[in-house]
């Protein structure tokens, strides 16, 4: 008799390029003078003209400050900046797009071959290659009533700049680090709020998945409706193991346009394609070539702001961590909101230590995303107000802790709420001698290991006196109190 040959599962690793369309804020429109408004809260229909409703014998003219937009962006992403830009007609046909077609850039992209840093877990940097960043406009949007469809054009004509990175993703992780990483140059660099809920920032991962040392390209899938970075990492770690399993089982992966329920954890299938799309790109005659200059290219240049890395780099001088510098800068609000706290005289660590440990745990308990930073009740300056509190030994840790809990509810500056909350350290030592004697004589066991030699018990017993104080004991002075008798009782 023979014996089955175990077959070893293969191991895949994914393959991933990112599309991302982000909106560019600018004042006005990208072909037509109406106004940007936000399209989640703006009464429907009430920013339109005769271009962005497509009517028949107007004419577009390119918004220069959205060129610029997409200058920045492409400078910012390491891309060269195209001379010359040609416009081209992306035929058609969806409700929401009533000329039938779309004005985007298709051989001539404002910006090519660039690329965005990625941060490893391993504190290791990956460099994801930029592939094009063109400008285009945005649609109307549907909204589904019941049986019906509504339409609102005030989206339509807004400008967008599609970002496409080559497929040099290779984990869900990695999707996510890529993101998290344009999202806050975009937001750095004043062109697009980052808010996916809203959808002026959305973000599309082509997905496939190959033998682990294959250098092919499979059939890979897209995955839309994506409302967060979280829903991203979600998204394409289901996607990845599901091809997998495809492969695996001897099965192929079909070409399709994927939907996210984020309920369900699944992606769903919303269309398959069969071959490409046939968009019948050509230049649109209603728009000459845009030709951009090196001066202009320059002046941009002159007027980019710090960017991420630079940002974090510059707190990593001031002292901080990598990670923990990685993490103040993921967010420019938050950035901002530390820096705010050093010029109101916090010391960086310190500052740090209180915005990712403390303020993140109590926004994150509020449901507060950290871009929402600046809405919380404690301000920078009191923020610095309460370390200072602390190194002024006029605030314990555990005191200081409750203090922010104080101001984050309700109004009050630190010192005001260390006396109404009886914070103040005590200067009575004599409260201090009775809790150290206390708390060692409900402890024997861990006095006698502690005089046996056991040194780390200190910290246990410290930890009890301190809570006697209910934050009012100063640190320094317990500690002394308690090792000098502790020093007499195993004589
Ligand atoms: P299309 O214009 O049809 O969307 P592109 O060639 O422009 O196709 O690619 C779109 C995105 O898909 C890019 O981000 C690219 O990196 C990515 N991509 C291309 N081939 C693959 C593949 N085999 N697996 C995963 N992603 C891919
Ligand atoms: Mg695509
Ligand atoms: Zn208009």
């Not at 941009?300 to 103040?328: C, H, K």
């Not at 005191?399 to 809990?405: E, Y």
């Not at 709420?417 to 409260?431: A, I, K, N, V």
């Amino acid at each position: 008799m023979t014996e089955a040959t175990p077959t070893m599962p293969t191991a895949y690793e994914a393959v991933i390029g990112l599309e991302v369309h982000a909106e560019l804020e600018t004042r006005s429109k990208m072909f037509c003078g109406c106004a940007v408004v936000d399209s989640t809260t703006a009464p429907p229909n009430t920013v339109v003209c005769p271009v962005c409703l497509g009517m028949p014998g107007v004419l577009p003219v390119i918004n220069r400050r959205a060129v610029e937009f997409g200058i920045r962006v492409g400078l910012a992403l390491n891309c060269q900046i195209a001379a010359a830009n040609v416009f081209a007609r992306k035929s058609y046909f969806y409700p929401d797009l009533p000329k039938g077609y779309q004005i985007s850039q298709y051989e001539m992209p404002i910006a090519v071959n660039g690329w965005l840093e990625i941060d490893l877990p391993d504190g290791a940097t990956k460099r994801i290659r930029i592939r094009r960043a063109h400008l285009e406009e945005d649609t109307g949007k549907l909204v589904h009533v019941g049986d019906s469809s509504l339409i609102d054009y005030n989206r339509s004509g807004v400008p967008l700049l599609e970002i496409v990175s080559e497929p040099d993703i290779r984990s869900a992780d990695e999707a996510e680090a890529y993101a998290r990483k344009l999202r806050a140059i975009l937001q750095y660099l004043d062109v697009n709020s980052g808010d996916m809920s809203k959808g002026v920032l959305r973000v599309e991962p082509n997905i496939s998945v190959r033998p682990v040392g294959s250098d092919e390209f499979r059939t890979r899938t897209e995955v839309k409706n994506l409302n967060s970075i979280r829903s991203l990492q979600r998204a394409s770690a289901y996607e990845i193991e599901r091809q997998a399993k495809v492969w695996e089982s001897g099965g192929q992966v079909a070409q399709a346009t994927l939907g996210w329920d984020e309920v369900r954890g699944q992606t769903v299938t919303q269309r398959t394609k069969e071959s490409a799309d046939d968009y019948r790109y050509f230049p649109e005659p209603d728009l000459p070539p845009l030709f951009i200059t090196p001066e202009w290219i320059e002046d941009v240049r002159r007027t980019m702001p710090e960017l991420p890395d630079a940002r974090r780099d510059r707190l990593i001088g001031l002292g901080l961590s990598r990670y923990d510098a990685s993490v103040i800068v993921a967010e420019k609000a938050v950035a901002d909101y530390f820096e705010k706290a050093l010029a109101a005289g916090a010391e960086p660590k310190k500052a740090a230590n209180w915005v990712i440990n403390e303020l993140f745990a109590r926004m994150n308990k509020a449901g507060l995303p950290g871009e929402r930073i600046a809405d919380v009740r404690v301000t920078p300056g009191a923020l610095a107000g309460l370390i200072r509190l602390v190194d002024e030994g006029r605030a314990n840790h555990s005191a200081a802790k409750q203090i922010l809990d104080a101001m984050y509810a309700e109004d009050g500056a630190p010192d005001e709420w260390l006396s109404r909350l009886g914070l103040e350290q005590t200067q009575d030592s004599g409260l201090i001698s009775e809790a150290v004697e206390r708390v060692l004589a409900a402890s024997a066991a861990e006095v006698a290991r502690y005089c046996a030699g056991e040194e780390k018990i200190l910290k246990f017993l410290l930890g009890q006196v301190m809570r006697e104080g209910k934050g009012k004991f100063p640190a320094a002075a317990v500690q002394e109190l308690l090792t000098a008798t502790l020093r007499e009782r195993c004589g």
